[in-house]
Nanobody, 123 residues
Framework: QVQLVESGGGLVQAGGSLRLACAAS??????MGWFRQAPGKEREFVAV????????YYADFVQGRFTISRDNAKNTVNLQMNSLKPEDTAVYYC??????????????????WGQGTQVTISS
């Protein structure tokens, strides 16, 4: 199983930006995604990227504010988050897909997860 380590979380004011990074222990030839879990809520899908970075897909609430990217030479996937809102406050997790379509975005479609990084947006 792939080991994943997220970084880049923190506390920023509304309207600010953060760049999350996820380092994998080896190259993954499948989709990679970001999910988040806010206090008292279920974990939800944020963004996914195809194995070679050619296809990306986002949750509706992203509304053009986030960009997912990957660098297969470094085994990393990033999430650039701009125009952050207080409702973006959550623990953010990266995950490795089991394979198949990039549009397989349920939690069950991913089988390796990081420990998460806290993102807190103040109003």
């Amino acid at each position: 199983q792939v080991q994943l380590v997220e970084s880049g979380g923190g506390l920023v004011q509304a309207g600010g930006s953060l760049r999350l990074a996820c380092a994998a222990s080896r190259r993954t030839f499948t989709t990679m995604g970001w999910f988040r879990q806010a206090p008292g809520k279920e974990r939800e899908f944020v963004a996914v990227i195809g194995w070679n970075g050619d296809i990306t897909y986002y949750a509706d609430f992203v509304q053009g504010r986030f960009t997912i990217s990957r660098d297969n030479a470094k085994n990393t996937v990033n999430l650039q988050m701009n125009s952050l809102k207080p409702e973006d406050t959550a623990v953010y997790y990266c995950a490795v897909g089991r394979g198949g379509s990039v549009y397989n975005i349920r939690e069950a479609d991913f089988d390796s997860w990081g420990q998460g990084t806290q993102v807190t947006i103040s109003s």
